[in-house]
T-cell receptor, first 117, second 114 residues
Framework: DSGVTQTPKHLITATGQRVTLRCSPR?????VYWYQQSLDQGLQFLIQ???????AKGNILERFSAQQFPDLHSELNLSSLELGDSALYFC????????????????FGPGTRLTVL | AQTVTQSQPEMSVQEAETVTLSCTYD???????LFWYKQPPSRQMILVIR??????QNATENRFSVNFQKAAKSFSLKISDSQLGDTAMYFC???????????FGQGTELSVKP
């Protein structure tokens, strides 16, 4: 158990819908990262938040957005869902320093499996 | 742009034997970190080992060790005394400090046979 929690474990929804994935980082970790794992794209970095602020952005679609709250939990919002959004979504966390330096190891949650029908 | 390549999509090994998984990467940076993560059938991503590029000594964690060749941009993982529980997908990953993201290879699916 990495200490990172994600809910829900599974999510089945229809095209065009909107869903929210939730992540709680390990105690003391300030940085949260979101990754998407799909069969055709592999593991792709989506976005990083550090202490409530967006720190780095990957190939995240405009239909996707995220935020990190004052209690450091994070949510990933996926809207106007398409069949191709079906994937395993991981959240990871790391300690980072006060400057947001990302030298620390990232620990992954169990993932949320999203199925879009 | 940084890339990570794992050229072995699948490998198998007999229980108690040793196996080496290959990984190469491409970067113009001098300071970076390399990782091996394991993803068993449960789909959980589990850290196996980490290597800092500035360290010449190869990292080891129990039965897991790496062969880090900075000039060749190679980072292989050796698993000794393979166990059935080592059956998993193994991902090599690269990170530049302060850039946040991990860049993953395509993965190597390892099967340990009894």
């Amino acid at each position: 158990d990495s200490g990172v929690t994600q809910t829900p474990k599974h999510l089945i929804t229809a095209t065009g819908q909107r869903v929210t994935l939730r992540c709680s980082p390990r105690s003391g970790d300030l940085s949260v990262y979101w990754y998407q794992q799909s069969l055709d794209q592999g593991l792709q970095f989506l976005i990083q938040y550090y202490n409530g602020e967006e720190r780095a952005k990957g190939n995240i679609l405009e239909r996707f957005s995220a935020q990190q709250f004052p209690d450091l939990h994070s949510e990933l919002n996926l809207s106007s869902l398409e069949l191709g959004d079906s994937a395993l979504y991981f959240c990871a966390s790391s300690v980072a320093t006060s400057g947001g330096s990302s030298t620390d190891t990232q620990y992954f949650g169990p993932g949320t499996r999203l199925t879009v029908l | 742009a940084q890339t990570v390549t794992q050229s072995q999509p699948e490998m198998s090994v007999q229980e108690a034997e040793t196996v080496t998984l290959s990984c190469t990467y491409d970067t113009s940076e001098n300071n970076y970190y390399l990782f091996w993560y394991k993803q068993p059938p449960s789909r959980q991503m589990i850290l196996v080992i980490r290597q800092e590029a500035y360290k010449q000594q190869n990292a080891t964690e129990n039965r897991f060790s790496v062969n880090f060749q900075k000039a060749a941009k190679s980072f292989s993982l050796k698993i000794s005394d393979s166990q059935l529980g080592d059956t998993a997908m193994y991902f090599c990953a690269f990170m530049i400090p302060n850039r946040g993201k991990l860049i993953f290879g395509q993965g190597t699916e390892l099967s340990v046979k009894p």
